[in-house]
């Protein structure tokens, strides 16, 4: 069943947000979005955000119990007991940017909850979804501040060094999951499960064993959670599962931990050119000294015998704060042509939150402008990062590298970084690629025209990145050295050539 907003809609929630009829205004007049590096005063470019011709977003269908929400949110008017709530979310969040301590400074937080809210316009979006994302937004702050009550009472957890990192830092659809689970098939590496950073559910005090991390109470608890999202828009999970497997055993990527901070990679669609803006600024230092501590804090339930294996698929933005947030850690970057990965991503972007908005009021050429303009970016920062940093601390890998030689990628990966590719390692990971074919949940259709994009534009934008990266090399194997473990401490970078080292 799907939802239309009846004539009184307009009038709906305004007691709750103060700010809703003007920022309909503003959001109205607006007709252009800008995303800006931080490092330079100029756009990279106008992203249009009020078009004649609409390209309607798909949206999952809601179920009866959705639909009773709405109604009673509608009939409610101004009384609506289903709103989002701003002042209070920015109130802890002020609470949150008061925070210094083991895990950081934190005063940046608050400037991001602020700018994110700052042109919402609820009336767009359905009471159920308001529902939603209320939710989800107070569980982001509540989470973050809990951890940071736990870090001042175990001010020892950020004096403890991390054990080593492998960090998957490759854009969106370019293998990133399956070069995470096949790097996590190696029993001496550990990744974080989905519901140790769920916001849904305690994030503290962490497992104390392997053994404790499958009977973990959580677990039923983000189960729960995402069965109740099911059962309000039934399909939306199987949709996400085409493009991307959640559950809450699912060794997953870190984004839920940045998202406490006010990174959230997949709610920032939602919002305005400000938060936008925010977003995409290369100072995150203050994230990744906080994702930092999260891991520290995991860690002193029990550490991986020798190395993390984190992702995310953001990293690329903010690539100089996430070397001085993990000195110790060794990026991996993934690459595939940006004409495949974007509208590949869009379609996921979809699938996450499209339930947030009432039918046609997404417009899928303004989702499409946005992630285009912001992956542009983020391939400069690729290409300018790796100008400048050490070529031991990073390693390149080709999609379709990775595809067809899985366990040879993985065991150059070793052999770059000088970790102990062990006997029987391989045969671990060809079981976990046996079991999980590609296309095991779904596979999501998704092409160029969906979201307005322009595949010339496209080679044009991220032309220094495609002649770089997306040209296959020859495929080789690197020899595996003398078993090392990685150092701990920091590593200065230095100046060098371009690594392109394609597995």
Known sequence: MTSTPPPSTATASTSHNGDADSNKQNNAAATTAVITSAASSSA????????NVHLPHERVTQSWAAWGIDWIGWSLGRFSPFYIDIPGILAKAKQLSLYKGVAGDLSPCYRSYCLFWKEIDQNRIPPSSRLM????????????????????????????PLKPAIIIAGFPRTGTTLLQNILLCDPKSRGAFTYEMFFGAPMVPPAKSPEALRTDPRIQLVEKAMAQAEMLYPGRNSRIHESHHMGSLVQDEDTYIMSLTGQWLTHIYLTNDEALEDFVDSNKL?????????FQMLESGFPPQSHWVLKCPAHPLWLDSLAAGFPSGRIV???????ETIPSWCALIESLAGHCFYPGAWDRRLLGRIAKNMWKLAA????DFQRHADPALYYNVH??????HPIETCQNVYGHFGLNFEEGLSDKMAKWQADNPQGKHGRRTYSLDMYGLDPAEIAKDFHEYIATFCVRKPHTTVPTPTPTTPSTTTTTTTTSTTNTNNS
Do not use: W
């Not at 970057?333 to 004409?339: A, G, L, Y």
């Open 44 to 51: 990279v470019e106008s992203t249009p955000r009020v078009f």
């Open 133 to 160: 994302l209320n939710s989800t937004m107070n569980a982001f702050v509540d989470s973050a501040l809990s951890l940071t009550r736990y870090y001042t009472a175990h001010p020892e957890i950020g004096t403890t």
């Open 286 to 294: 203050h994230s990744y000294q906080f994702l930092r501590t999260f």
């Open 333 to 339: 970057f993934t690459h595939r042509h940006p004409k």
């Open 380 to 383: 400069e920062r690729i290409c």
């Open 399 to 404: 999609y379709l590298d990775l595809m067809e």
